[in-house]
């Protein structure tokens, strides 16, 4: 498996990552926990080295199932994480709303820790700018929680440029997660700019369109009631029938290459800029195979 690395930093991990979400939260009921750990540890075989989760997924379910899945690999393998959603440390009760504030922080991030039977985090992302708590502060908080040695590097998720430099100014950030794909290329027009300029590196979640670009999703298709999916407006089935003309190019060039649509949509994430990282999510070890195969197109 080729590498990467995130920006300046020198975070050094695999080109793809593995997005975890969708094994615990997201896109229906969570599955089989021995069956996902058995996938993340196939990952890690494969040369896998950098595996994205989050306090909110589940909520608490996810982190432990990384740091379960990963605890015999803990020093070969890149874990990120996320806080900045309020909630309760101890239920794992989701009261809405975010919550960066520094306290919250601190505590959020030693219930981490534990959850992913670690000593260190290599990676924390504040999952969503707080509008209530200056981004100098949340900075500060990491930098903090890096001296006292656990966290490794800062990153940032679904920021903006200004943000981005204001946070960047008080402690260096190591990677934006944002959305990135064929059908979503709204970061090429400031944010890629200004991750260059800044030697910050890119992180995209949902780099097969949430599923849409695989080819394997038309306008018939029915999504499980808990799938977000249901929710998102590029998903009603009228969109999915305008934007079938993307998956039918994406398919053609697929035929061409003799690859797959799938295949074609990361290797098209990956050519964008040497410092991006995607991190597709998968619970279909023959797709993690398929995803894997991208990065050779």
């Known amino acids: 498996m080729q590498k990467r690395k995130l920006g300046n930093s020198n975070l050094e991990v695999s080109a793809l990552g593995l997005g975890c979400m969708g094994m615990s939260f997201g896109y229906g009921p969570a599955l089989d926990k021995q069956e996902m750990i058995t996938l993340i540890r196939s990952a890690v075989e494969r040369g896998v080295t950098f595996f994205d989760t989050a ?22 393998v890149v874990i990120a994480t996320k806080f900045g959603w309020d909630i309760d440390p101890k239920t794992g009760v989701h009261h809405g709303g975010l919550n960066s504030r520094p306290e919250h922080v601190k505590t959020a991030t030693e219930g981490m820790l534990k959850r992913l039977k670690t000593d260190y985090i290599d990676l924390l992302y504040q999952h969503r700018v707080d509008p209530q708590v200056p981004i100098e502060e949340v900075a500060g908080v990491v930098k903090n929680l890096i001296q006292q040695g656990k966290v490794k590097h800062f990153g940032l998720s679904e920021a903006g440029v200004r943000t981005i430099r204001r946070a960047h100014g008080v402690q260096p950030v190591t990677a934006l997660q944002s959305e990135y794909s064929l059908w979503w290329r709204e970061p090429e027009a400031e944010i890629l700019p200004t991750l260059e300029e800044l030697g910050i590196g890119f992180v995209p979640f949902s780099p097969l369109g949430k599923g849409f670009l695989t080819g394997k999703i038309d306008e018939n298709t029915a999504f499980d009631s808990s799938d977000f999916r249901n929710t998102v407006p590029r998903f009603t089935p009228e969109n999915r029938k305008a934007n079938q003309a993307v998956v039918d190019l994406v398919g053609r060039i697929a035929t061409k290459k003799q690859a797959t649509p ?9 050519t964008q800029k040497p410092w991006i990282v995607p991190i597709p999510g998968t619970t279909k070890l023959h797709r993690l195979e398929e995803n894997l195969c991208a990065v050779a197109i």
């Open 55 to 76: 306090e909110v997924y589940g909520p608490f379910a996810n982190e432990e199932l990384v740091g379960e899945a990963l605890a015999p690999f803990r020093d070969q």
């Open 262 to 270: 799938a295949q074609i949509a990361l290797a098209w994430v990956l």
